[in-house]
């Protein structure tokens, strides 16, 4: 039988040979195990094998995990689409949000962040191809949100977060990750001082890294079919 822990190893073997395909130090690249559908058991037996962040996509789901597993080595991400009226757990239950795509969302987030709690670290959600179905916001509005981001006192901008839709080829793939790539490139440049792109799932890691990703998120892979 597959462990959890097993899969883990393959996952991080995969990303390895990814990044040497790159010319890349493995040590660039995070891995996100992403829970969602998944109980604490699970979350439990990937922290034993050495996993401490995990993504979770459906806020109420995850706040029942994250009060569970309380005091354990653990940095949550909050992954998936907010609510205005879901922005005070996310607030006081994560980490992380990668998936902050308006203003609104932001400044809720910075005023129901507990007093004595650590900044919330954000990355903007792009949407890089134009996918009709894909949450984020174009690239070129990017640059206005991280600069009003980066005035709230209890958010700290990290970075870019994509999910685009999948392409025909590896090659494909590497110019779609490519985009912000140059994106994330260009605002640095600025001097935003991002530190994040977290681009590439299990289908598409590959060509994530090989365009420069620092954090793939991957939960099939890992937890199995949900």
Not at 3 to 28: M, N, S
Not at 124 to 153: C, S
Request: hydrophobic share 45%.
């Amino acid at each position: 039988m597959t462990t959890i822990a097993d899969k883990l190893q393959a996952v991080q073997g995969r990303i390895g040979a990814a990044c040497r395909a790159a010319g890349r130090d493995p040590a660039g690249v995070r891995l996100l195990a992403v829970s969602k559908t998944f109980g604490p058991d699970a979350v439990r037996a990937a922290l034993a094998a050495g996993q401490a962040a995990f993504g979770e996509n459906y806020i109420q789901e995850a706040v029942g995990k994250i009060v569970a597993l309380q005091g354990l080595p653990i940095e949550w991400h909050c992954i998936g689409p907010i609510q205005s009226n879901k922005t005070r757990l996310v607030a006081e239950h994560f980490d992380w949000v990668q998936s902050i795509d308006r203003l609104k969302i932001a400044q809720r987030l910075d005023a129901q962040r507990p007093d004595g709690r650590a900044p919330l670290q954000v990355c903007i959600q792009v949407n890089t191809d134009g996918g009709p179905t894909k949450a984020g916001i174009a690239p070129q509005e990017v640059a206005a949100l991280a600069a009003e981001i980066r005035r709230l006192p209890r958010l700290r901008l990290r970075g870019l977060m994509t999910i685009p839709e999948p392409a025909p080829d590896f090659a494909a793939a590497c110019a779609l990750h490519a985009r912000a790539r140059a994106l994330f490139d260009a605002l640095n440049a600025d001097g935003l001082g991002l530190d994040t792109l977290s681009m590439g799932m299990s289908g598409d890691l590959d060509a994530a890294i090989q365009a420069g990703s620092t954090m793939v998120r991957v939960g099939t892979a890992i937890f199995g079919q949900r």
